[in-house]
T-cell receptor, first 114, second 116 residues
Framework: GESVGLHLPTLSVQEGDNSIINCAYS??????FIWYKQESGKGPQFIID?????DKRQGQRVTVLLNKTVKHLSLQIAATQPGDSAVYFC?????????????FGKGTLLTVNP | ETGVTQTPRHLVMGMTNKKSLKCEQH?????MYWYKQSAKKPLELMFV???????ENNSVPSRFSPECPNSSHLFLHLHTLQPEDSALYLC???????????????FGPGTRLTVL
C-alpha cells in the first residue's frame, strides 16, 4: 500500500471556521513533509513544509503539526475562506540512495460553504 | 503563478497520433519531473531529470518518451497512446535532488490529455 494516506477524503466547513486536514505516513525515515493545495484546473501549489526535527510550523493562516510518534501530519487552516476550497495533498520526502523521493497521498477535498 | 509553464493546456489525440508536451521553468532549478495524475489516484511519478540527466524512469511504457535539452525545458513525446493514458500530466521542478529539503517541487498547471 501507499506510505502516505489521508484519513478523510472530503471535508466540508462553514466560511470562517477552522479546518483540519489529516495525513498518516508509514515511513519513519521520512525527514521532510510538504502540504500542497490543488484548485480545480490548476497544478498543485506549495503551501507549507516542515522538517522532521520540528513539531509545528506556522504560516499565514496555516499551521502544520507533525507527530512523529504516531506518524501523523495535519494542516490547520484558520478562518477558512471560499478561496480555500481545493484538494489538499500531503507529501513525504525520503532520502533513497543519493536522491530524495517525494511520495504523495491521494488528497482531501475541502469545500467551504458561504 | 509558480514559474512553471506547460503547453498545451488541453490535448485530444487519437491512438495513432504523435504529440509532444512542453514544460518550461523560470526558477533557475536543476531538477525537472513528469507526473501523471488520474482521477482518485495519488500523483504518479514518471520521470526525473537532474542537471539534464535522466535519473529516474518509474517503469513508464516506452510510448512515453521524455527529453530534457537543458535545465529549463522538459518535453514528453507521446506515441501510440491508449485511452487509459488519458489524464492530467504535470510538470514540476525543484532546486536539485541532492540536498535536504531541496526537493520541494513547484508544479505547472498541467496538460489535460484525452486519448480517443
Amino acid at each position: 500500500g501507499e506510505s502516505v494516506g489521508l484519513h478523510l477524503p472530503t471535508l466540508s466547513v462553514q466560511e470562517g471556521d477552522n479546518s483540519i486536514i489529516n495525513c498518516a505516513y508509514s515511513n519513519s525515515a521520512s525527514d521532510y513533509f510538504i502540504w500542497y493545495k490543488q484548485e480545480s484546473g490548476k497544478g498543485p501549489q506549495f503551501i507549507i513544509d516542515i522538517r522532521s526535527n520540528m513539531d509545528k510550523r506556522q504560516g499565514q493562516r496555516v499551521t502544520v503539526l507533525l507527530n512523529k510518534t504516531v506518524k501523523h501530519l495535519s494542516l490547520q487552516i484558520a478562518a477558512t475562506q471560499p478561496g480555500d476550497s481545493a484538494v489538499y495533498f500531503c507529501a513525504e520526502n525520503v532520502l533513497g540512495g543519493s536522491n530524495y523521493k517525494l511520495t504523495f497521498g491521494k488528497g482531501t477535498l475541502l469545500t467551504v460553504n458561504p | 503563478e509558480t514559474g512553471v509553464t506547460q503547453t498545451p493546456r488541453h490535448l485530444v489525440m487519437g491512438m495513432t497520433n504523435k504529440k509532444s508536451l512542453k514544460c518550461e521553468q523560470h526558477l533557475g532549478h536543476n531538477a525537472m519531473y513528469w507526473y501523471k495524475q488520474s482521477a482518485k489516484k495519488p500523483l504518479e511519478l514518471m520521470f526525473v531529470y537532474n542537471f539534464k540527466e535522466q535519473t529516474e524512469n518509474n517503469s513508464v511504457p516506452s510510448r512515453f518518451s521524455p527529453e530534457c535539452p537543458n535545465s529549463s525545458h522538459l518535453f514528453l513525446h507521446l506515441h501510440t497512446l491508449q485511452p487509459e493514458d488519458s489524464a492530467l500530466y504535470l510538470c514540476a521542478s525543484s532546486q536539485d535532488r541532492r540536498g535536504f529539503g531541496a526537493d520541494t517541487q513547484y508544479f505547472g498547471p498541467g496538460t489535460r490529455l484525452t486519448v480517443l
